[in-house]
């Protein structure tokens, strides 16, 4: 300090305002260059309000990542390995013979061996599938192999055991899934179609992101990505929120205009954007983490016929039942699936489907990840290296010179301590949403990233998403007026502009999720009070409608934690009647102390209330509660009878 001061009086007057000038040279670069990427109001002061969107007709929020509700809550999480050991066989790609390639490492087999000796017996069984589209058939008879050994290309995924040379003892067991090349008809289109990756992880919200994974976070500020910082969910949970991005269609639009997706067979017939792809010369993949929690298999019946060229699911099948599964402390879903990380079977299978195939022809893949921080979110600090590894990954190997890239999620936390905070409402209803173009379209569709970097400030939905995908298959078509997504005729490519104006429900998103508008807490009466028990009449009324009352308990209110009144009401509602304002009610009922939150229509003299209890919220976790029934919506609502807690509902 002392020195500083000493050389800062020596210099000459003249150097100093030199000096002076080049830090405010340096403030205003920090500035501006802020103010492109993050959100609006970087450059007001502190205090002032900041906003992701400042539009006519949405003024979306910005939350400071680490406010004192937040810092309150959380304790940083340190990466949890599978396995301490270094791999004894390892896979390469061997680019003359087309075929992959085991080795066997020398070094990890002295130590593991704890011999000098060059012996071992390794052998692998070949996953069997094909008999039904989500399962496996069994495991393959064991087969020896030696060092470099060349792995068949009917094979695409084994097990693989390692034991001493006298066969007594087991060095190391371990795992393999292969994307195979398949030679295909080289690419006739002289228009070349832009391949698209999507990268998935559930539940991770905007603010998350900023504040668990800061390293992704700077990563994803690399030329070529865009956040669509505007970015809004449609719906509750992952199944709904997937569907329409990959559909354009709402489950219930879907059911009654194709078929109901919770029917065998169903989901076969929806038009899935891969449909579309493959039917346009690319080559498909997709590929999930847990079993349980598959987003066509949990509550719904799968795929009778392999929806995908390359369909990771079966082999997934196996990896849980063949393999040695663990779970990280306080997680509900499988973290190891043997000596790895379950994420990184689905993200080297992206990475593999990508070396094969990127830089020759269009692809299009869906990878996605259940269980990194579904049940815990401050998993994603632990996990956050990880992550930007696949990222370098798939940089080192030159896929961001080919590929489009989506890195987004379904929707934030819905349950767990964040659900206590104010920003809950936030946190919940805005999953990040990245879009990566690589150099060549840039360079091609200059009008194209205008638009979308426009729209990084704009209000958009999981529809346009779809219509995004529906243009880049179309992108030499013409293809200014398109209707591409069923349940939201006024949604379109994020490659043109957005209107400024744009609100809610002109991107189908329901109040109830819509995150434009601002509320502020209003003292807790008689009326706020008033207004939760009439929730809470409303969804014993849903429940008795749905003939549960034999099933699931009645509710009374217990308590309510939070009402929020919006600030101002836009002129689409004004014709609903003098009195009508827009609520958040957060509570607690008796029975389990299961917790709700809903966004109501209600009139405080007259008592009318208006709500659709399908988009009451339950934020807090459900399924013990509601394991009685089967029904995605039924079970929000449920505390079985057979599972009620006594000691609670007084
Ligand atoms: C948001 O937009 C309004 C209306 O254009 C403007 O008055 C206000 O200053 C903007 N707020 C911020 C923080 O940019
Ligand atoms: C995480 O690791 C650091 C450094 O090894 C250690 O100091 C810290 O206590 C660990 N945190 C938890 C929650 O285990
Ligand atoms: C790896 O080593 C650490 C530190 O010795 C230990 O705590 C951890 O349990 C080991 N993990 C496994 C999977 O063996
Ligand atoms: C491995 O399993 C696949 C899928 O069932 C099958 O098609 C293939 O013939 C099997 N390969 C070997 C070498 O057993
Ligand atoms: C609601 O308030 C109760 C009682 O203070 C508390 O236990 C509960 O965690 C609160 N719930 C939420 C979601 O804020």
Same mark, same amino acid.
């Given at each position: 300090?002392?020195?500083?001061?000493?050389?800062?009086?020596?210099?000459?007057?003249?150097?100093?305002?030199?000096?002076?000038?080049?830090?405010?040279?340096?403030?205003?670069?920090?500035?501006?260059?802020?103010?492109?990427?993050?959100?609006?109001?970087?450059?007001?002061?502190?205090?002032?309000?900041?906003?992701?969107?400042?539009?006519?007709?949405?003024?979306?929020?910005?939350?400071?990542?680490?406010?004192?509700?937040?810092?309150?809550?959380?304790?940083?999480? /340190?990466?949890?390995?599978?396995?301490?050991?270094?791999?004894?066989?390892?896979?390469?790609? +061997?680019?003359?013979?087309?075929?992959?390639?085991?080795? @066997?490492?020398?070094? @990890?087999?002295?130590? !593991?061996?704890?011999?000098?000796?060059?012996?071992?017996?390794?052998?692998?069984?070949?996953?069997?599938?094909?008999?039904?589209? +989500?399962?496996?058939?069994?495991?393959?008879?064991?087969?020896?192999?030696?060092?470099?050994? @060349?792995?068949?290309?009917?094979?695409?995924?084994?097990?693989?055991?390692?034991?001493?040379?006298?066969?007594?003892?087991?060095?190391?067991?371990?795992?393999? %899934?292969?994307?195979?090349?398949?030679?295909?008809?080289?690419?006739?289109?002289?228009? &070349?179609?832009?391949?698209?990756?999507?990268?998935?992880?559930?539940?991770?919200?905007?603010?998350?992101?900023?504040?668990?994974?800061?390293?992704?976070?700077?990563?994803?500020?690399?030329?070529?990505?865009?956040?669509?910082?505007?970015?809004?969910?449609?719906? *509750?949970?992952?199944?709904?929120?997937?569907?329409?991005?990959?559909?354009?269609?709402?489950? /219930?639009?879907?059911?009654?205009?194709?078929?109901?997706?919770?029917?065998?067979?169903?989901?076969?017939?929806?038009?899935?954007?891969?449909?579309?792809?493959?039917?346009?010369?690319?080559?498909?993949?997709?590929?999930?983490?847990?079993?349980?929690?598959?987003?066509?298999?949990?509550?719904?019946?799968?795929?009778?016929?392999?929806?995908?060229?390359?369909?990771?699911?079966?082999?997934?099948?196996?990896?849980?039942?063949?393999?040695?599964?663990?779970?990280?402390?306080?997680?509900?879903?499988?973290?190891?699936?043997? &000596?790895?990380?379950?994420?990184?079977?689905?993200? *080297?299978?992206?990475?593999?489907?990508?070396?094969?195939?990127?830089?020759?022809?269009?692809?299009?893949?869906?990878?996605?990840?259940?269980?990194?921080?579904?049940? +815990?979110?401050?998993?994603?600090?632990?996990?956050?290296?990880?992550?930007?590894?696949?990222?370098?990954?798939?940089?080192? +190997?030159?896929?961001?010179?080919?590929?489009?890239?989506?890195?987004? %999620?379904?929707?934030?936390?819905?349950?767990?301590?964040?659900?206590?905070?104010?920003?809950?409402?936030?946190?919940?209803?805005?999953?990040?949403?990245?879009?990566?173009?690589?150099?060549?379209?840039?360079?091609?569709?200059?009008?194209?990233?205008?638009?979308?970097?426009? /729209?990084?400030? &704009?209000?958009?939905?999981?529809?346009?998403?779809?219509?995004?995908?529906?243009?880049?298959?179309?992108?030499?078509?013409?293809?200014? *007026?398109?209707?591409?997504?069923?349940?939201?005729?006024?949604?379109?490519?994020?490659?043109?502009?957005?209107?400024?104006?744009?609100?809610?429900?002109?991107?189908?998103?329901?109040?109830?999720?819509?995150?434009?508008?601002?509320?502020?807490?209003?003292?807790?009466?008689?009326?706020?009070?008033?207004?939760?028990?009439? @929730?809470?009449? &409303?969804?014993?009324?849903?429940?008795?409608?749905?003939?549960?009352?034999?099933?699931?308990?009645?509710?009374?209110?217990? !308590?309510?934690?939070?009402?929020?009144?919006?600030?101002?009401?836009?002129?689409?509602?004004?014709?609903?009647?003098?009195? !009508?304002?827009?609520?958040?009610?957060?509570?607690?009922?008796?029975?389990?102390?299961?917790?709700?939150?809903?966004?109501?229509?209600?009139?405080?003299?007259?008592?009318? !209330?208006?709500?659709?209890?399908?988009?009451?919220?339950?934020?807090?976790?459900?399924?013990?509660?509601? %394991?009685?029934?089967?029904?995605?919506?039924?079970?929000?609502?449920?505390?079985?009878?057979?599972?009620?807690?006594?000691?609670?509902?007084?």
């Amino acid at each position: 300090m002392m020195l500083k001061m000493k050389t800062f009086t020596s210099v000459s007057y003249k150097k100093c305002i030199l000096c002076i000038f080049i830090l405010f040279l340096l403030i205003v670069w920090k500035i501006t260059s802020y103010g492109v990427n993050d959100v609006l109001t970087i450059k007001y002061n502190e205090n002032q309000k900041r906003f992701y969107v400042n539009s006519s007709n949405c003024q979306m929020a910005y939350v400071e990542p680490f406010n004192a509700e937040f810092t309150k809550l959380y304790t940083p999480k /340190n990466f949890t390995r599978c396995s301490n050991q270094s791999d004894l066989v390892t896979v390469h790609f +061997d680019s003359i013979l087309k075929q992959y390639v085991l080795h @066997v490492d020398e070094e @990890v087999l002295h130590k !593991l061996s704890q011999s000098k000796s060059n012996k071992f017996a390794c052998f692998y069984q070949n996953i069997t599938y094909g008999q039904s589209a +989500d399962h496996y058939d069994r495991m393959g008879k064991k087969t020896k192999f030696t060092h470099d050994y @060349v792995v068949p290309l009917n094979v695409q995924g084994m097990l693989v055991e390692c034991r001493s040379g006298d066969e007594k003892r087991i060095l190391q067991e371990d795992a393999f %899934s292969f994307v195979q090349y398949q030679k295909t008809s080289p690419n006739l289109d002289i228009d &070349r179609k832009a391949s698209v990756i999507m990268y998935g992880i559930d539940t991770v919200s905007r603010t998350n992101l900023r504040r668990l994974m800061p390293v992704v976070f700077g990563f994803l500020k690399s030329p070529g990505w865009y956040e669509m910082m505007g970015y809004n969910k449609v719906a *509750d949970n992952t199944y709904p929120n997937i569907f329409s991005i990959l559909t354009g269609y709402s489950p /219930n639009s879907a059911k009654n205009q194709i078929c109901d997706t919770t029917q065998p067979g169903c989901l076969d017939k929806i038009p899935f954007i891969w449909k579309d792809m493959k039917k346009n010369g690319y080559l498909t993949a997709y590929a999930e983490d847990t079993v349980f929690s598959n987003i066509f298999n949990y509550m719904k019946p799968g795929f009778l016929s392999r929806p995908t060229d390359y369909y990771f699911r079966p082999l997934l099948d196996a990896l849980e039942k063949e393999t040695i599964k663990l779970y990280c402390p306080g997680c509900k879903m499988v973290y190891c699936l043997g &000596r790895r990380l379950a994420n990184s079977y689905i993200f *080297d299978y992206c990475r593999q489907f990508m070396q094969r195939y990127v830089a020759d022809r269009p692809i299009w893949g869906f990878f996605w990840s259940n269980h990194i921080s579904h049940d +815990d979110f401050s998993m994603l600090s632990a996990m956050q290296h990880k992550i930007v590894g696949d990222l370098l990954n798939f940089e080192k +190997d030159g896929s961001f010179e080919h590929t489009i890239m989506i890195f987004f %999620s379904d929707h934030g936390s819905r349950f767990g301590p964040l659900m206590r905070t104010r920003e809950s409402f936030l946190e919940e209803r805005q999953p990040i949403m990245f879009i990566y173009l690589p150099p060549w379209f840039r360079e091609k569709y200059p009008r194209y990233v205008e638009a979308l970097a426009q /729209n990084q400030n &704009r209000l958009s939905s999981n529809f346009d998403i779809y219509n995004t995908l529906k243009h880049i298959i179309n992108i030499e078509g013409l293809v200014e *007026d398109t209707k591409w997504s069923y349940d939201c005729p006024q949604c379109q490519s994020l490659f043109y502009e957005l209107p400024e104006s744009r609100s809610c429900s002109e991107a189908a998103i329901p109040e109830a999720y819509c995150t434009c508008h601002n509320y502020e807490e209003v003292q807790e009466d008689h009326g706020t009070w008033r207004m939760a028990e009439l @929730v809470v009449d &409303r969804i014993n009324q849903f429940l008795q409608y749905h003939n549960l009352q034999n099933l699931c308990s009645s509710l009374t209110l217990k !308590l309510v934690n939070i009402t929020e009144v919006r600030i101002t009401e836009s002129d689409e509602h004004v014709s609903l009647g003098k009195g !009508l304002r827009h609520y958040h009610t957060k509570f607690q009922v008796h029975q389990n102390l299961a917790e709700f939150f809903a966004t109501v229509l209600y009139d405080r003299k007259t008592e009318e !209330l208006q709500i659709n209890v399908e988009l009451i919220s339950r934020i807090n976790i459900y399924r013990p509660d509601a %394991s009685c029934l089967d029904d995605n919506i039924q079970k929000l609502f449920c505390i079985c009878l057979s599972k009620l807690r006594n000691n609670e509902s007084t």
